[in-house]
Nanobody, 118 residues
C-alpha cells in the first residue's frame, strides 16, 4: 500500500518561505512526483514535478523562480521549497505520484494548508 504524507505547511507573511515535505511509504516504482494546490473555490492546479530518475523538473509559470522541487532517494521524500510567497499562493498543497509517463497521477497525499497573509 502506497501512502504519501505531506508536512511543513503553515501560515507566513508575504515574502516569507516554507518548505513542504512529502514522505512516501513503501517501495514502489514511479515515473515522477508532483506538487499540486487547490485554493478555495478554485480547481486544483499543477505546481511542480520532478522525474524520479534523472531529476528533471517542471514548474507552473506562476511559481517559476520562487519554488524549487527536489527529491531524496534515501528518505523516499520529495520537497517543495517555497520562497517569496505571495497571498495568491494560499492553498492546500498536495503531493502525488505518477507511475508512468503517460498515466495520470495515481497516489495522492492528504494535503497540507499553506496560508500567506499580506
Amino acid at each position: 500500500q502506497v501512502q504519501l504524507v505531506e508536512s511543513g505547511g503553515g501560515s507566513v507573511q508575504a515574502g516569507g518561505s516554507l518548505r513542504l515535505s512529502c514522505a512516501a511509504s513503501g517501495t514502489f516504482s514511479r515515473y515522477a512526483m508532483g506538487w499540486f494546490r487547490q485554493a478555495p473555490g478554485k480547481e486544483r492546479e499543477f505546481v511542480a514535478s520532478i522525474r524520479w530518475s534523472g531529476g528533471s523538473t517542471y514548474y507552473a509559470d506562476s511559481v517559476k523562480g520562487r519554488f524549487t522541487i527536489s527529491r531524496d532517494y534515501a528518505k523516499n521524500t520529495v520537497y517543495l521549497q517555497m520562497n517569496s510567497l505571495k497571498p495568491e499562493d494560499t492553498a492546500v498543497y498536495y503531493c502525488a505520484a505518477q507511475m508512468s509517463r503517460d498515466s495520470q497521477y495515481r497516489y495522492w497525499g492528504q494535503g497540507t494548508q499553506v496560508t500567506v497573509s499580506s
